[in-house]
Structure formats: structure tokens, C-alpha cells
């Protein structure tokens, strides 16, 4: 008879244990693993988000940066974490970029290792031009490509970055053929935009903003749904001509796959929150960000597309990282 009650109240305790993990978790300090430096935007959402959930959640969420071999070394210690919701990856793109460029050199999935969480902020592509090229409108600039295949220039902080995919997505759309020019890093290409040493840059929002304010880099379109409350007067890509041309770049929270339902809807829930906050939109507009919170299904579907339209785009160009 013992053995009948206790047989019992085990299969009630099971039956309830996703209720009880939703209630108590957190239960300790959560880590939120970034794979850059301090100071990027990247980090600067996460810390954000880390606050916000400490003070929704009850726990502290403390930021680790683990920086190195463009957010592999992150992504990694993330996938090989335990799958109890106490070690999460904040990423951002490029972390749907790394099947394309280190397929054979990780030993995760980009996909299946993870459980997308929610994104939470977006920078939408905004394309700059410098000196060298005294143009008003994106369709003067796209009548240039296409009178002179391989003249215009376009930098980007290196060859397989975001911006360059984001330059070659765009050259597809519209059939032309732009000279891409790879840096190392973004900073470099903002000194040779302004010196004229290159025409554009398919750059984030975040990256160019000070210029575009200061006058010293012309925008000549947003891509985004809508146009910037930071720059009014700058058209979308759709208003100027552009078609639906989109490269956002987003910042998200991932979980290692095999995550318990619970921990990742109480997730989910102080993502949404977190984006919908008035003080988080005026906090990150002012980075040039916009706040949004893709989840779950929608999320996973999104990093799925990236991921196959990137690893096409790497394909063709014949591109793989060392």
C-alpha cells in the first residue's frame, strides 16, 4: 500500500514540476554571455536587459563578455552549458553568419544547439555615401552602379561581416554590381567614408549616426518599416526606390536547446516587457536602435532564413573564414 501512495505522489509531483520550475525560477544568479567587448552595442542592449530582468525576475542576471573569433568562443561555452535556463547567450546577426563562414571549424549548431529565446532591439542598414560621391537620392546611386559595373565602392568592417552581406543582398536585388571593400572593423571605414577614399557603406543605424547628425556622411536610405525618429528626413529603402531591401541587424537572447518550457515562456515574458518599456525605447533610440520583440516560433523561423540566405551568399562568393 506504501509503495502505491508513493508511486502516487510521485507521479503528481511530476505532474506539477513545470509549474513549480515556472514559479521558482529563478532560483539563483542567472549569466547572460555576450561574445563581444564592453562597450559595443551588443553589450550595451544586454546590460540593459540584464537589469531589466534582475529587477523583473528577482535575480541577478550578471553579463560575462567573452569576446574572440567573432562570438564563437561565446556561442560555444553557451551550447555546452546545462539546459536549465542559468546560462543564456545574448547575441546579435552574426551568430546566424557562423554556419556560413565556420560550418566545418565549430562543433555546435547555430541552430539546433540553441532555443531562440526573443530578440529585443533591431539597427536597421542605413546606407551612407561620403565625399567622393556628391549624390541626394538612392536612385541616383543605383543609376551610378549600374552605368559604372564595379566603380562604385562600398567598405565594410570585413569580408563576411554583416555589412558585407548586407552590401551583397542588396547588389542582388538590384542587379548591380558594387566593389566591396573589407576592413577591419567598422571604425576604419567611417575615417575613409569621411576622407573620401570610398564611395558607401551599408552600415548599422548605431555605427553612423554621430556623422549623419554632424553632416559629415549623407544618408540616402533607412532600412526599416518605417523611417527613423533620429533622422525624419531620410526616406525608407521602399519610399526611395529600394523594393523591400532589409539587413536589420538584431540583439536577442538564446538559450542552449533543451530548455525547460517554462524557464524559456518566464523568458519570454520579461523580453517583451523589457522591449515594450518606455525607458528601454528612449534609452536605445538614442543609440540608434528600435525596440521589438520577436519570440519563439517567429524567432526561430527568422535565424532559419538568415541562416540559408546567408550560407547561399558565402557559397557564391567562395567565402570561409580561417
Known amino acids: 500500500m506504501f509503495k502505491k501512495y508513493?508511486?502516487?505522489?510521485?507521479?503528481?509531483?511530476?505532474?506539477?514540476?513545470?509549474?513549480?520550475?515556472?514559479?521558482?525560477?529563478?532560483?539563483?544568479?542567472v549569466k547572460l554571455v555576450v561574445g563581444f567587448a564592453a562597450g559595443g552595442p551588443t553589450d550595451v542592449v544586454a546590460r540593459a536587459f540584464a537589469d531589466h530582468a534582475s529587477r523583473a525576475l528577482g535575480q541577478p542576471f550578471v553579463v560575462e563578455n567573452k569576446p574572440g573569433a567573432n562570438t564563437i568562443l561565446a556561442?560555444?561555452?553557451?551550447?555546452?552549458?546545462?539546459n536549465d535556463g542559468y546560462t543564456l547567450l545574448f547575441a546579435a546577426t552574426n551568430h546566424t553568419m557562423i554556419p556560413a563562414l565556420y560550418a566545418s571549424q565549430v562543433k555546435f549548431d547555430a541552430q539546433r544547439s540553441f532555443r531562440p529565446v526573443c530578440s529585443v532591439a533591431t539597427s536597421p542598414t542605413v546606407l551612407v555615401v561620403g565625399r567622393s560621391m556628391p549624390i541626394k537620392t538612392l536612385g541616383q546611386y543605383i543609376d551610378k552602379a549600374k552605368k559604372e559595373?564595379?566603380?562604385?565602392?562600398?567598405?565594410?568592417?570585413?569580408s563576411g561581416s554583416s555589412g558585407h552581406f548586407a552590401t551583397e543582398i542588396f547588389a542582388r536585388?538590384?542587379?548591380i554590381d558594387l566593389n566591396h571593400v573589407p576592413y577591419k572593423g567598422a571604425a576604419p571605414v567611417i575615417t575613409d567614408l569621411m576622407g573620401g577614399q570610398i564611395d558607401s557603406s551599408f552600415a548599422?543605424?548605431?555605427?553612423?549616426?554621430?556623422?549623419?547628425?554632424s553632416g559629415k556622411?549623407?544618408?540616402?536610405?533607412?532600412?526599416a518599416p518605417q523611417r527613423s525618429p533620429l533622422l525624419p528626413g531620410v526616406p525608407t529603402f521602399a519610399e526611395a526606390g529600394g523594393g523591400s531591401y532589409a539587413a536589420d541587424a538584431w540583439y536577442g537572447v538564446l538559450a542552449p536547446a533543451g530548455i525547460p518550457a517554462p524557464v524559456a515562456q518566464a523568458l519570454e515574458r520579461t523580453a517583451t516587457e523589457f522591449a515594450s518599456s518606455e525607458a528601454t525605447v528612449q534609452k536605445?533610440?538614442?543609440?540608434?536602435l528600435d525596440t521589438?520583440?520577436?519570440?519563439?516560433?517567429?524567432?526561430?523561423?527568422?535565424?532559419g532564413r538568415e541562416v540559408t540566405t546567408y550560407s547561399q551568399i558565402a557559397k557564391d562568393l567562395n567565402l570561409q573564414a580561417n
Open 284 to 288: 536605445l533610440r538614442q543609440l540608434g
Open 204 to 213: 548599422t543605424l548605431g555605427s553612423v549616426l554621430p556623422q549623419i547628425q
Open 75 to 82: 556561442a560555444a561555452a553557451v551550447a555546452a552549458a546545462p
Open 173 to 175: 536585388a538590384q542587379r
Open 217 to 223: 556622411l549623407a544618408a540616402l536610405a533607412v532600412g
Open 6 to 29: 508513493h508511486a502516487l505522489a510521485l507521479l503528481a509531483l511530476a505532474a506539477t514540476a513545470p509549474g513549480i520550475q515556472a514559479q521558482t525560477y529563478p532560483a539563483k544568479p
Open 149 to 158: 559595373p564595379g566603380r562604385v565602392t562600398a567598405g565594410s568592417a570585413g
Open 292 to 303: 521589438s520583440a520577436t519570440c519563439g516560433a517567429a524567432f526561430a523561423t527568422q535565424l
